[in-house]
């Protein structure tokens, strides 16, 4: 579902300046290399094992990234050489890079910044195969963020989702169907929630459950896939697009079989009789009208 990961290149200078002869000659030891190893998402990942080999098999220098991912290699070999990177439960990578720097006199004066390194996981590429995927909640999130005094985010959490996911012989055909507990909106500060449960928001007492339904999904062009689906909220339902794509595919340790999906929305309270419109200042809204969704979400495959 993805396109594939472009190959991931150290900046400019680290080659050296297009067209420069190398400032100091190959094999002299004592320059460093650094980055970091990603998943694609941007989130670190630590234990990779990265490993730097002189193209001519001279030399070679081998370290692990931390937990937040960065890594250096030092006593590194000038010239040419090949960055290996492995983590497990990804696919490897490998780039070509010049271990050299503009200006450097001495092997110490050699700094090699090699960016972000991001790794695709294993089954990232994937469509889930054909059946009836249950939504497990536990390892489900749901955010809405809304614009505060028109300065900060301000997000809540959704903790009830329930769901199945029926998917299709034919990745495009398949449908979802999803309802969620308004009374479970949790923005970490009480008083708050007890209000965005109340009529001037959720309602939650006269519409307990808002629901999402769709059916046909078209590719988006980057990717992912765009859903047509209907959101029920406050007891009035409108069409809201999701943009989602899978983040991947495999085994539990318990013998299930699971998929992971993103996806985002955008939405407006207005449509949904959300109302509150408390002012302050020069008629600046307490929160803004446009709500965005963002959903991490997992399922299991029933059997």
Known sequence: ???????????????????????????AAGARVHGSVLTRDGWPLPAASVTLLATDGTGS?????????RFVLTQVETGPATLLVA??????????IAVQSPGATRPEDVVVDVGELRLARVGAEELPEAGRWKIDP????????????GLSAVSGRLSVVEGVIEVAEV???????????AASVDSGVAARDAHLRSADFLDAENHRWITYEGRGL????AGGWQLDGHLTLNGTARPVPLRLRCTGTGTDPWGGHRVAFQATAQL???DFAMRWREAFGLGVAIFGTTLRITIDLEAVRET
Do not use: K, N, W, Y
């Open 1 to 27: 579902m993805h396109a594939p990961i472009p190959d991931v290149q150290p900046p400019h200078a680290a080659h050296g300046g297009e067209g420069r002869a190398p400032h100091l000659p190959t094999g």
């Open 61 to 69: 220098a081998r370290t692990t990234s931390g937990a937040d991912g």
């Open 138 to 149: 536990d390892h489900t999130s749901l955010v809405a963020t809304a614009h505060h005094l």
């Open 87 to 96: 983590c497990a439960g990804h696919e490897p990578h490998a780039l070509s």
């Open 171 to 181: 990745f495009s055909g398949s449908s979802v169907e999803v309802r969620i507990d």
């Open 268 to 270: 407006s309270r207005d």
């Open 218 to 221: 078209l590719p988006d062009g």
